[in-house]
């Protein structure tokens, strides 16, 4: 059987389950790097499972051992005519990728299989909770590159903490994921074994809650921070009123009330039963 080429394999793969919508990386042979058509595939398919209701969480994940090892160099070193913009696309693309998932309603979380260098590094800190096996390696490797963290240091630099961030991304320095997790760009690390059951355990608490109470509060984590703090008690006092008097909210707390599961839960429930 012929061998699908470099050009016409899919760097991407989308698929629905039991609420949860996954998108894989899935060119191990390539280190799942980070070509312009890979990224503008991953943003559509953001799209894809933000416009399905079906869909309660977007998992991030990849196959082989590297989950992303960053920007396609090949690319952005090539005189290939054909190639010759990824200098230009490249960057667009992975503001607009990383862009797609910090302002994405549905909670986001990366499934870090492997090792993660640059850009990768961008997708995980974008994700809302981010797991990693205890083997994979992280590496902000521009600066031994000649090169600039730049794009990715918008969401780097929300999560982790300034000293280690200062630390990694200025020396490059290849860590493992428990320096990871102590610098903030990870919410748990796992063996292995324990990767899926860890990924379940979020996801079965992220679907307990309201979809759209998750995007408020998703809007509060981003916006609050950047507020004056009397600009931000007009702003949340505003959007309490309206998520209280909203059907969602009405119905959580109706159902608590009477002591029963909320629609949006028994809906869960019932996809998992097809």
């Known amino acids: 059987m012929t061998q699908p080429s470099e050009d016409t394999a899919p760097s991407v793969t989308y ?4 609420a949860i919508a996954t998108l894989t990386l899935d060119r ?24 399905d209701p079906a869909v309660r969480v977007i998992v991030f994940t ?16 090539s005189t290939d005519s054909s190639q010759c913009n990824f200098t230009n696309s490249g960057p667009t693309e992975l503001v607009k990728l990383l862009k797609a998932i910090m302002d994405c309603p549905k909670v986001t979380i990366a499934r870090v299989q492997g090792h993660v260098a640059a850009g990768g590094n961008g997708i995980v800190a974008s994700c809302d909770i981010a797991i990693a096996v205890n083997e994979a390696k992280f590496a902000f490797s521009e600066v ?11 969401p780097c630099l ?3 903490n300034r000293r280690d961030a200062q630390e990694l991304l200025l020396t490059g320095d290849r860590v493992d994921a428990a320096r990871a997790l102590r610098a903030g760009l990870l919410t748990s690390v796992v063996v292995p074994e324990k990767l899926d059951d860890e990924v379940s355990r979020y996801a079965s608490m992220l679907v307990l809650a309201g979809p759209e109470a998750v995007g408020h509060t998703k809007e509060l984590l981003r916006r609050v921070p950047t507020l004056p703090r009397d600009e931000g008690f007009e702003w949340v006092s505003v ?22 599961s909320p629609l ?10 097809e």
Do not use: H
């Not at 698929?15 to 039991?18: A, E, L």
């Not at 991953?42 to 933000?50: G, H, L, N």
């Not at 949006?264 to 039963?273: F, T, Y």
């Open 15 to 18: 698929t629905v389950t039991d």
């Open 28 to 51: 191990p042979d390539l280190r799942n790097r980070l070509s312009p058509q890979a990224m503008a595939m991953t943003c559509s398919f953001v799209e894809q499972a933000v416009a």
């Open 62 to 77: 990849g196959t082989g051992n590297t989950f992303c090892s960053g920007a396609d160099l090949s690319a952005a070193t």
């Open 144 to 154: 031994r590159l000649g090169l600039a963290p730049a794009v990715i240091s918008v």
């Open 158 to 160: 929300a999560v982790m």
């Open 239 to 260: 959007l309490s009123a309206e998520v209280f008097a909203s059907p969602e909210g009405q119905e959580g707390m109706s159902a608590y009330l009477n002591k029963r």
């Open 264 to 273: 949006w839960i028994q809906g869960a429930l019932e996809n998992e039963g």
